[in-house]
């Protein structure tokens, strides 16, 4: 059975009422699963400008898209295909015939227009071009970012000399927390696609996105030109870039003098080299096969003294989405060298850390900030990325929704109205220090890290054009 997913308004009646027999429409897969078991779905995208008529209607358009399309993701590809309202509109019997051919079902007759409804065309494109006047297009109002931080959160940055960076793959950003002076911060987005875990090195730092690795330098010769001028102590540029694929990177950091990156997807740990994607270093025990079927959702590593020593995974499982089944309270911490799982009946635990001779990590599902010894801090938002400078913790929270993935963990019946941003807490007290909260288009943080001796660093695009006309050689 072909079934068609698509958020409201985005078309999916359109396509069904195109297709032979009894219309399927579902806004889910799980809706679409239940109808039948090993359907085949095609998912309808329109472009939100013309989808969500308000900005509030945006938002919830943005939620139900990335839940539907991580439920897509989650299938094998064989089992789901894409098209779009303009597509369908624009070139509908060439997409149809290709909807047909994937899901192996009769192919619609071609469209037919009518004279009469030619001609009723032709007499509304003349008339269309005779008022261009009136043809004002009202252009959607952007949705919005905002930021509401504590004085005490400019105070911290100032004081210890850093900033920090933050991403947010939901929204597709880069986060430059800097501050401005001991009062007031300034948040400055960079744009890339689904930016996930940042290594900080000396005067540089790597990027994973969606399929690729992006290797950043400090330039210092560059910041003097950036508006504006005098402001600014350093200026990263991309110098080199590694195609990965979409391997589903989590978090990388530095060790044994390589960068060491955890890959979701394929439930392993892996290092870059020339002529390969990715090289495999390590994955659980209980993982049999190198699959493309996060079978585990590996997701954070623990990096003691130059070397990777425990990871984090929201399930001991071997097969395909498989931690999904327990995902409240399966959660494990893993010792790399030995194999042997050292924590369990965790919620969603990320971001594992060593830091003053203790392993931290964040229990994401209750949104808490923990030790091996016991919480620390409960937060009030799905817990991921972190930092620490002195005494202070700088933990970054997510909103999450209550889709499939994130529905029935602990917090989300602890916290109806979860937060985003980044927390700061005094890890000897366990009480919040300060706050830096999100509003509008970011919802969800996935890493946060400093940028030690750089109070007010700018980070270039790959398209930017002092990138173009920067230069260093040897």
């Known amino acids: 059975m072909l079934i068609v997913v698509a958020p409201a308004g985005s078309g999916g009646e359109l396509l069904s009422s195109m297709l032979p027999g009894p219309p399927r429409v579902v806004s889910t897969v799980a809706e679409g699963l239940a109808i039948d078991a090993d359907a ?8 939100p400008s013309a989808a969500t008529p308000t900005e509030q209607a945006a938002h919830t358009w943005a939620s139900a898209t990335d839940a539907l399309l991580r439920e897509l993701e989650a299938l094998p590809p064989e089992r789901w295909c894409v098209t779009s309202y303009d597509q369908l509109l624009g070139n509908r019997d060439e997409e149809l015939a290709r909807i047909a051919s994937f899901a192996e079902i009769e192919k619609p007759p071609r469209r037919v227009v009518p004279e009469d409804a030619r001609q009723a065309a032709t007499r509304a494109r003349a008339l269309f071009a005779k008022m261009p006047a009136e043809r004002v297009r009202v252009e959607p109002p952007p949705v919005s970012f905002e930021s509401v931080h504590t004085p005490t959160f400019a105070e911290i940055l100032h004081a210890i000399g850093a900033s920090l960076i933050v991403t947010t793959y939901q929204s597709n950003r880069v986060i430059l927390v800097r501050a401005e002076n001991a009062k007031t911060l300034n948040t400055h987005l960079r744009t890339f696609k689904s930016p996930m875990g940042v290594a900080v090195g000396h005067e540089s730092f790597a990027l994973g996105t969606r399929s690729e690795v992006w290797d950043y330098r400090n330039q210092s010769d560059v910041a003097p030109k ?38 979701t997807r394929f439930s392993m740990l892996c290092t870059l080299d020339r ?5 495999p270093r390590w994955r659980p025990p209980f993982v049999t096969a190198l699959a493309a079927e996060d079978r585990c959702h590996l997701n954070g590593m623990c990096i003691v003294d130059g070397r990777v020593r425990y990871v984090t995974a929201l399930g001991e499982s071997d097969i395909a989405n498989g931690w999904r089944e327990n995902k409240a309270h399966g959660g494990i911490v893993i010792d790399v060298d030995s194999g042997e799982i050292v924590l369990r009946g965790l919620s969603m635990p990320h971001s594992p850390r060593w830091y003053d001779g203790k392993f931290w990590f964040l229990e994401s599902g209750k949104g808490t900030l923990a030790t091996s010894d016991g919480m620390i801090a409960e937060l009030p938002g799905f817990t991921r990325g972190l930092a620490f400078a002195g005494p202070f913790a700088f933990v970054g929270l997510s909103q999450v929704r209550e889709s499939n993935i ?35 288009t970011v919802q969800e943080i996935f890493d ?13 695009e790959p398209g930017n054009e002092l990138v173009a006309s920067s230069f260093t050689v040897p």
């Not at 085949?40 to 472009?47: E, I, P, Q």
């Not at 946060?448 to 270039?460: A, H």
Request: charged share 25%.
């Open 448 to 460: 946060v890290q400093l940028l030690r001796g750089f109070r007010y660093p700018e980070v270039l």
């Open 406 to 440: 994130f529905g029935g963990i602990p917090l989300v019946e602890r916290v109806p109205e979860r937060r985003c941003g980044v927390w700061v807490i005094d890890t000897r007290t366990g009480g919040i220090v300060a706050f830096l909260r999100f509003e509008g």
């Open 275 to 279: 002529d390969h994607s990715f090289v």
């Open 40 to 47: 085949r779905f095609v998912y309808v995208f329109r472009d």
């Open 226 to 263: 950036i508006e504006p001028k005098g402001k600014h102590d350093a200026c990263f540029i991309p110098r080199n870039m590694h195609v990965t694929g979409d391997m589903r990177i989590h978090e990388i950091g530095w060790a044994q003098n390589e960068l060491w990156i955890v890959a």
